[in-house]
C-alpha cells in the first residue's frame, strides 16, 4: 500500500477513519511504503511550520519506518503520461498526486486515501478509501 500524504497527517491528527485503517493494514500485515513524493510534502510541511523540531522529528520518524519507492525513470514517465493524459481528458490532478498514483501503480499496489475523487481519475490505480 501506497500511503498518501494526507493519511500520514491524517493518522498524526488522530482521525478516526485514518487510525481505523492503519490498524486494518497491520492487523492483516499489509505492507506500506511512501512515495517520494510523499517524503518532499512531509518535509515541505516542516519547513513551513511554526514547530519545525517537533514536525522533523515526526517526519523523519515515518519516512525512516517505511520503504520509500523512488521517483526513478519509470515512476516519473508513468506520472508525465498520467498528468498529460488527465489534462487532455479536462480532469487534472496536479503533478504530486500523479507522482504518488504513478508510484503505486509501477509497484503495482494500492494508494491509500481519503481523496478519492482524485486518484479515481487514474484508471488502473486501485484505491483504497477511508
Not at 493518522?11 to 478516526?16: A, L, N, Q
Not at 492503519?22 to 511504503?33: A, F, I, N
Not at 503495482?108 to 475523487?117: D, K, L
Request: one cysteine or more; charged letters at 30%.
Amino acid at each position: 500500500m501506497i500511503l498518501d500524504t494526507a493519511f500520514v497527517i491524517d493518522v498524526w491528527d488522530g482521525d478516526e477513519g485514518a487510525l481505523d485503517c492503519l490498524d486494518d493494514l497491520e492487523r492483516r500485515g499489509l505492507p506500506q511504503r511512501l512515495s517520494a513524493m510523499t517524503v518532499f510534502e512531509l518535509h515541505y510541511g516542516v519547513g513551513r511550520s511554526g514547530k519545525p523540531e517537533r514536525e522533523r522529528r515526526r517526519v523523519l520518524d515515518v519516512v525512516d519506518s517505511k520503504p520509500i519507492v523512488a521517483a526513478d525513470r519509470a515512476v516519473m514517465a508513468k506520472a508525465g503520461s498520467l498528468h498529460a493524459t488527465l489534462e487532455n481528458d479536462g480532469k487534472p490532478i496536479g503533478e504530486s498526486d500523479c507522482i504518488i498514483a504513478a508510484s503505486a501503480l509501477v509497484v503495482e499496489e494500492s494508494v491509500v486515501t481519503r481523496n478519492v475523487g482524485h486518484f479515481e481519475r487514474v484508471g488502473d490505480l486501485d484505491v483504497h478509501p477511508y
